[in-house]
């Protein structure tokens, strides 16, 4: 049985003080809750803030991003060993948005899991189709691609921590969600892909994520889909109850 996980990607919202009002409004709420792992991602200057906040409870704290070079001249870049000392124990990698707006690709996607899981961190990363590649019907073909490429000369005993979080992209703040069953599809097909790279025995018990617009209303029919393991939930985990009642599906 695979114990669900369910993250919030706080994208660029709260300064330190909202986080901190955060976690004093969501801990009470899930405080007896231990069906599901909680992870909650801020900003990168919102995390001492974070991991103070929800020390000696039952949610973990992991980036947004970070980097593959373990230091150098990088400017504006996040190590893993940045994240570990901050007290980290997860990392989102690849979003959609990184993808789309920061230049990242399939194969720096790679270079950061293989850092992550060489570090001891636990790395969400995200593959998931836009729109015109939906529409031309390319879903498949993209999923493989991002697999393949992300999975890359990674040993199945080093992807033991990974997680994967499919976000179909053209469901992410724009209100619509995948269906659960056509989710579950997307899901399926990572799994044969996690199969493929790293053996039957790791993917059966590789947890897979949904991305885009879950909601609580949404997150019950979505969770009770087999092949779906939690979630990455965006902007309705920035509000502690609407969190909490995602969380608690």
């Known amino acids: 049985m695979r114990k669900k996980l369910i993250a919030a990607?706080?994208?660029m919202y709260k300064v330190p003080d909202d986080a901190r009002d955060f976690f004093?409004?969501?801990?009470?709420?899930?405080a007896d809750h231990s069906r599901d792992e909680i992870v909650v991602c801020p900003?990168?200057?919102?995390?001492?803030?974070?991991?103070?906040?929800?020390?000696?409870?039952?949610?973990?704290?992991?980036?947004?991003?970070?980097?593959?070079?373990?230091?150098?001249?990088?400017?504006?870049?996040?190590s893993t060993a940045m994240l570990l000392a901050v007290g980290c124990t997860h990392?989102?990698?690849?979003?959609?948005?990184?993808?789309?707006?920061?230049?990242?690709?399939?194969?720096?996607?790679n270079l950061k899991l293989k850092a992550a899981?060489?570090?001891?961190?636990?790395?969400?990363?995200?593959?998931?189709?836009v729109l015109e590649e939906r529409e031309a019907g390319l879903t498949d073909d993209v999923l493989r691609r991002q697999c393949l490429r992300a999975f890359h000369a990674i040993s199945a005993k080093k992807a033991a921590k990974l997680v994967v979080a499919y976000e179909p992209v053209w469901a992410i703040g724009t209100g619509k969600t995948a269906t659960p069953q056509l989710a579950a599809d997307a899901h399926q097909l990572i799994r044969s892909e996690a199969a493929k790279a790293f053996g039957e025995k790791l993917a059966d018990s590789l947890r897979i994520l949904y991305g885009g617009s879950v909601k609580?209303?949404?997150?019950?029919?979505?969770?009770?889909?087999?092949?779906?393991?939690?979630?990455?939930?965006?902007?309705?985990?920035?509000?502690p109850k609407s969190f909490a009642a995602i969380v608690k599906y």
């Open 117 to 129: 899981l060489e570090a001891g961190l636990t790395p969400i990363v995200c593959v998931g189709e």
């Open 9 to 11: 990607n706080w994208k």
């Open 43 to 78: 900003p990168f200057v919102d995390l001492p803030a974070a991991v103070e906040s929800a020390k000696s409870s039952n949610v973990a704290i992991g980036g947004q991003d970070m980097h593959w070079e373990k230091e150098g001249a990088f400017t504006g870049e996040v």
């Open 216 to 239: 609580p209303e949404n997150a019950k029919a979505l969770m009770s889909e087999e092949e779906i393991d939690g979630a990455l939930v965006g902007g309705a985990s920035l509000d």
């Open 91 to 109: 990392v989102i990698i690849g979003h959609s948005e990184r993808r789309q707006y920061f230049g990242e690709t399939d194969d720096t996607v």
């Open 24 to 30: 004093r409004n969501f801990l009470p709420l899930v």
